[in-house]
């Protein structure tokens, strides 16, 4: 437990508003994704300086810190334990500047995904970066766990979102890189350091965001289709037809399509239950009328040809949430028992009989109709959704089955929600013990006394 001495000098530093403590620090985490957070103190600084005094500060005294962004995570990677500080970003959320000739946004870390969205929205461009949980999600966050998201087919990972960073390290030095250039090889890009590493090498606190042109027709289709083999037909017939304007392909097995869509839920079928696979499309263009014509001929070509079974193609922005809605409630199937979330990464032509084993050997351990699929198909990204029920030891299985195979198939145990606590033991299904050396070895040099968000991504012994 953090010592008295240590909470007033922070409370010293920030204000007394900026420090909370007690069980008002869980009181404010009860509702997240979290898991366990039993953390006794909570420091909230408004300024960079802060947070480089509060880092210096912890680390002299070695007090571990876990950086808090918008507690959307589903790994795990915010869990903070009674001898932890929990380091909150909530008040650094000022936009702070639009670059419209240069389609450039400077941010704070504080601010949620949503607001970047609509400022770049008002100068009629767009930040391409987009997620269910745009609304609490923020950007540190995103940067943090180099987010992925809908759009990633198009536009990339968050990654390649992030034109430079201000960044506060173990001891409080501020390495302040904010590079407002796409191109620009004055050496090693070290913002890649911390893009992904999950608070664990340094403290976002500042952003260059590159932005885009706001495209000028926007349309979504959802589609049904017998089998995943017609899926990928038309995945490939789409992505020649629409000659780059593709942006989201969203992949629904049957099941996870039909129980988000039947009641007790909120959610009307755009087309019939029961179809093997359903597809959700989005693309983004510059010719409203043309693009959708477009659109409408490619799936009529689909329809013609037997690869799709049935179509629907929004005409409003409410049938388009309508649609996304469907895809984004992750959670319906909470309602049969606890559920686990996964996010794995596999080549395109290994993912049905990876799904097939994978629904063959789950349905031994939990039962039929437990396992749900659906995800970012075009990238290479599925989610698997099981509810597994409370049983520690069943839940680990179902961990085993899903992670196991993919390292044969030169797969990812995360594709994009990052490695937290809840998938460090399978890290080394996907990487090298060279690239896990590697890792501690950077770790070590940036955080050498391991006070930034200890034992999340890689444990620095082996």
């Known amino acids: 437990m953090p010592q008295p001495e240590l909470l007033s000098d922070l409370r010293t530093i920030v204000g007394e508003r900026g420090l909370v403590t007690g069980d008002a620090v869980r009181a404010r985490a009860s509702s997240s994704w979290l898991g366990a957070v039993e953390a006794q103190g909570l420091v909230r600084p408004s300024t960079t300086a802060e947070v480089s005094q509060v880092l210096a500060l912890c680390n002299a005294r070695s007090q571990a810190v876990v950086p808090h962004g918008g ?104 390495l302040t890189s ?67 304007q593709l942006s989201a392909f969203e992949a629904m097995w049957g099941n996870f399509y039909d129980i988000n869509t039947a009641p007790p839920t909120q959610h009307s079928a755009p087309l019939a239950r029961g179809a093997a696979m359903y597809a959700l499309i989005e693309s983004l263009g510059a010719e409203p009328v043309a693009d959708q014509a477009r659109l409408e001929g490619l799936l009529g070509e689909l329809l013609e040809a037997g690869v799709i079974t049935d179509a629907a193609l929004a005409k409003s922005d409410q049938e388009r949430r309508a649609m996304w809605a469907i895809r984004e409630d992750v959670f319906a ?51 698997l959704v099981v509810a597994s029920g409370e049983d520690v030891a069943v839940r680990r299985r179902v961990e085993e ?47 050498p006394r391991g006070i930034l968000n200890p034992g999340k991504v890689i444990l620095t012994k082996g």
Do not use: C
């Open 333 to 383: 199937v909470s309602r049969i028992a606890r559920a686990q979330a996964f996010d794995v990464s596999l080549p395109i032509d290994a993912m049905l009989d990876y799904t097939r084993q994978v629904a063959t050997d789950l349905r031994s351990i939990v039962g039929p109709e437990r396992t749900f699929i659906f995800g970012h198909l075009a990238d290479g990204n599925l989610h």
């Open 178 to 244: 904010l590079n407002r250039m796409l191109k620009n090889n004055a050496g090693y890009d070290l913002k890649q350091l911390f893009i992904g590493s999950e608070g664990t090498l340094g403290v976002v606190t500042r952003a260059e965001l590159r932005l885009v042109v706001r495209p000028r027709s926007h349309d979504t289709a959802l589609v049904a289709a017998p089998d995943f083999a017609a899926l990928v037909r038309v995945l490939h017939h789409l992505d020649a037809g629409l000659a780059g």
């Open 71 to 174: 507690l959307t995570g589903l790994v795990h990677g915010a869990t903070a334990g009674p001898d932890e500080i929990i380091l909150s970003l909530e008040w650094l959320n000022s936009i702070e500047r639009v670059d419209v000739a240069g389609r450039t946004m400077r941010v704070q870390a504080g601010v949620q995904l949503q607001r970047v969205q609509e400022a770049a929205d008002q100068q009629d461009l767009l930040f391409p970066l987009d997620l269910g949980a745009r609304g609490s999600a923020t950007i540190g966050g995103n940067i943090a766990t180099n987010a992925g998201g809908t759009r990633v087919v198009r536009y990339g990972m968050a990654r390649g979102l992030v034109l430079g960073l201000e960044v506060v390290l173990a001891d409080g030095t501020v």
């Open 401 to 447: 089955v899903i992670y196991r195979p993919l390292a044969d198939i030169g797969g990812s145990v995360s594709a994009e929600h990052g490695i937290g606590t809840e998938r460090i033991d399978y890290l080394s299904w996907s990487r090298t013990p060279a690239e896990i050396e590697l890792m501690r070895t950077l770790k070590r040099a940036l955080d």
